[in-house]
């Protein structure tokens, strides 16, 4: 039985109504016109979101997949991995999985890396692919992207981005920053249903990709490439999910705007964070904090266990810490189409519930 609560965990995210609905339009086979007309629709409005005129692939997978992707087409030296939180020490364990060398560069959690953190390591030359999470969601560090790509570039280092829980809440300029490759997902800031995740690959990504080896089959962006040419993919595509993703992305540059979109979600963190320092206290350094989610220390040691059973009773569920985290912190999701209203009545629920700070 499924109960309607609002998701105040980050992702899946509550998905409007009549974003989901789109998931139930009239099915069309996938080597049809009609297909690629929203296959080529959907992708131009994906490169918009991402600021980029790079290849945008879409496959019927969780974002990990495409970072597996990322891994495979990528890395024919070494691959040298920014390690704060455990999604970024996932995609390292990738890069083990799949047999590539690889190193990585550990990162207080709470806090993000710098380009002066990887310069080094990259003009050795003993690497070609760097890999870094934008946002650390087990920890809630946004990592500033500026400067990376002029080092990567420098040393011919493809510079790939987990952006899988900030874009289209977080204003990201793939061309721009030199980022070869961006993954991300339509769960959590898009506002719509899982099992759609995209990719966004430049042209020195493709090269590199035409002469790497075991790349598999799934995910080699030689076999999305050829198909891209006639808008489609390679195998069957998540034909609802695209459907709700495409309207979503037109509502949203019709009538909220981008630009308005980061703004709500910049607000809606500086609102979180201000609650977390007068109640708790922030587990990220402000400086790299999350537009999308916040990390907020349990220094009161409140049963977080029993909190998020009485959220539940009233209707929310709740995101306690991460792994190592659970406990210990808990998360404040504010992204996808969250407003400040239900923000504040989910957070003036947890102060009824705790109590005031002593």
Not at 69 to 94: M, T
Not at 195 to 206: E, F, I, P, R
Not at 335 to 354: C, G, P, Q
Request: net charge positive; aromatic share 8%; charged share 25%.
């Amino acid at each position: 039985m499924f109960l309607d609560k609002k998701l105040f965990i980050p992702g899946p995210v509550d998905v409007l109504p009549d974003v989901a609905t789109q998931c139930a339009l009239p099915m069309v086979g996938h080597r049809s016109k009609d297909y690629a007309e929203l296959h080529g629709q959907l992708v131009e409005r994906l490169k918009k979101v991402m600021h980029t005129q790079n290849k945008v692939f879409l496959s019927a997978t969780s974002s990990t997949g495409w970072m597996e992707a990322a891994v495979r087409n990528c890395v024919g030296k070494k691959a040298l991995h920014v390690v704060n939180g455990a999604f970024s020490k996932r995609w390292y364990e990738i890069s083990l999985a799949c047999d590539k060398k690889a190193d990585k560069i550990d990162i207080p959690w709470g806090s993000a890396a710098k380009p002066a953190d990887v310069k080094v390591k990259l003009d050795s030359g003993e690497y070609d692919a760097l890999f870094i999470t934008h946002n650390e969601t087990s920890t809630c560090a946004m990592t500033p992207l500026d400067g990376f790509g002029e080092i990567c570039k420098k040393n011919n280092v493809l510079l790939c981005v987990d952006a899988v829980s900030s874009m289209c809440g977080v204003k990201i300029e793939v061309d721009r920053l030199g980022i070869d490759v961006l993954v991300t997902g339509t769960q959590k800031c898009f506002g719509v249903a899982p099992g759609l995740a995209m990719t966004a690959v430049s042209q020195a990504v493709l090269d590199r990709s035409k002469i790497m080896k075991d790349k598999g089959f799934y995910f080699d962006y030689m076999q999305y490439l050829k198909h891209d040419a006639k808008n489609n993919t390679p195998s069957t595509p998540p034909i609802p999910q695209m459907n709700s993703l495409n309207y979503q992305l037109g509502k949203i540059m019709k009538v909220e705007g981008l630009e308005n979109r980061f703004k709500r979600h910049r607000e809606m963190a500086e609102y979180t964070r201000a609650w977390a320092k007068k109640n708790f206290a922030l587990y990220t350094e402000e400086w790299c904090s999350s537009d999308t989610v916040t990390c907020i220390v349990n220094n009161r040691n409140i049963d977080l266990g029993t909190l998020s059973s009485r959220l539940s009773d009233k209707g929310y569920a709740f995101s306690n810490g991460y792994g190592d985290l659970k406990g210990k912190v808990f998360r404040v999701p504010h992204m996808a189409d969250r407003t400040m209203d239900d923000l504040k009545e989910y957070l003036e629920t947890i102060e009824k519930i705790v109590g005031p700070r002593p």
